[in-house]
């Protein structure tokens, strides 16, 4: 089946720009252009949901099989990162095909100076992924997944604001604050 008039119906998405659409909106209308199964991979993509059981399309196979490599990677720079050994095959799980360009672009983002920069570069990894996933069909259903994969990413970003930040931060703090009056409070009860 075809989504040329879809896919070209679509808002322009860029790196880092505020995301033209919520996801409820885009999936809403995903549930209303495409066929139930190309239906049934967007949900996965969008939502977490699992993969759709009938056969899916290559541009899922493949996405998810990079984003296996590339989460395997990101394992392996973490472990080279410990002060204790960290037995990284133990953590990686197999994947098809091997997209060296994927593994360069993770320890290149391992190589960033701050958190912030290393998501940012990660995240710009995960944005290229899906369009040379999607250069073989730019008005078909590839390009549609690698829309739904984009649009996910800058709503993330979009989400991390100072304010949502300073929630959560306080958030931890009470946790930690909370847990160490307890704890004071049972050492007390032990010394009795």
């Known amino acids: 089946m075809k989504y040329g008039y879809f896919a070209?119906?679509?808002?322009?998405?860029?790196?880092?720009?505020?995301?033209?659409?919520d996801l409820?909106?885009?999936?809403?209308?995903?549930?209303?252009?495409?066929?139930?199964e190309a239906f049934g991979e967007v949900e996965?993509?969008?939502?977490?949901?699992?993969?759709p059981s009938e056969s899916p399309s290559a541009f899922f196979c493949e996405w998810r099989q990079g984003m296996i490599q590339m989460r395997n990677a990101i394992v392996g720079a973490r472990a080279s990162r410990?002060?204790?050994?960290v037995?990284?095959?133990?953590?990686?799980?197999?994947?098809?095909?091997?997209?060296?360009?994927?593994?360069?672009g993770v320890q290149d983002a391992f190589s960033r100076s701050t958190?912030?920069?290393r998501e940012?570069?990660?995240?710009?990894?995960?944005?290229?992924?899906?369009d040379e996933l999607s250069r073989s069909a730019p008005f078909d259903l590839p390009a549609i997944l690698a829309y739904t994969v984009k649009l996910s990413i800058s709503l993330r970003w979009q989400a991390m604001t100072e304010e949502k930040g300073g929630e959560?931060?306080?958030?931890?703090?009470?946790?930690?604050?909370?847990?160490?009056?307890?704890?004071k409070g049972w050492l007390a009860l032990a010394s009795m």
């Not at 409820?24 to 495409?34: G, P, S, Y």
């Not at 410990?82 to 050994?85: G, I, R």
């Open 8 to 21: 070209a119906s679509l808002p322009t998405l860029t790196f880092g720009a505020p995301a033209p659409m």
């Open 24 to 36: 409820e909106t885009f999936v809403a209308e995903c549930q209303r252009q495409l066929a139930p």
């Open 44 to 51: 996965a993509l969008a939502l977490g949901k699992p993969a």
């Open 82 to 85: 410990q002060p204790v050994a």
């Open 87 to 104: 037995d990284e095959k133990k953590l990686v799980r197999p994947h098809a095909g091997y997209r060296v360009w994927l593994e360069d």
């Open 115 to 117: 958190p912030l920069e």
């Open 120 to 130: 940012q570069a990660l995240d710009r990894l995960r944005w290229t992924y899906a």
């Open 168 to 183: 959560k931060l306080d958030e931890l703090l009470n946790a930690v604050m909370t847990t160490s009056d307890e704890v």
